[in-house]
């Protein structure tokens, strides 16, 4: 089973930036449809965005659309996101998740990952 790390979270500013990054172990990463999902002090998981097994389509939260980039790059086996014009209700742990069912445009829920990394924190404040 791969193994998912997150790492890149920490403290951002208002309007400013910060890239995650999600490393995965073992030679399967480029089959995986790979996900962000994130969970906000005292609320519930929240998918962000998915990307597609081959990186050519994306989909995206409503709440994060037009300001996060998710991406990947199969030779490094890693996951990004992009997360530009941060808000504090971007406030959250950020995690690296595969979806059991594979790549749709719609929303995923809590129940449709069957792997996680151990999240990384993002906070946002100035």
């Known amino acids: 089973e791969v193994q998912l790390v997150e790492s890149g979270g920490g403290l951002g500013h208002p309007g400013g930036s910060l890239r995650l990054s999600c490393a995965a172990s073992?030679?399967?990463?480029?089959?995986?449809?790979m996900s962000w999902v994130r969970q906000a002090p005292g609320k519930g998981l929240e998918w962000v965005s998915v990307?597609?097994?081959?990186?050519?389509?994306?989909s995206y939260a409503d709440s994060v659309k037009g300001r996060f980039t998710i991406s990947r790059d199969n030779a490094k086996n890693t996951l990004y996101l992009q997360m530009n014009s941060l808000t504090p209700e971007d406030t959250a742990v950020y995690y690296c998740?595969?979806?059991?069912?594979?790549?749709?445009?719609?929303?995923?829920?809590?129940?449709?990952?069957?792997?996680w990394g151990q999240g990384t924190q993002v906070t946002v404040s100035s």
């Open positions: 990307i597609h097994s081959g990186g050519g389509s994306t």
């Open positions: 073992g030679s399967t990463f480029s089959s995986y449809v």
């Open positions: 998740a595969i979806p059991s069912a594979g790549y749709y445009s719609g929303t995923y829920y809590a129940q449709d990952f069957r792997s």
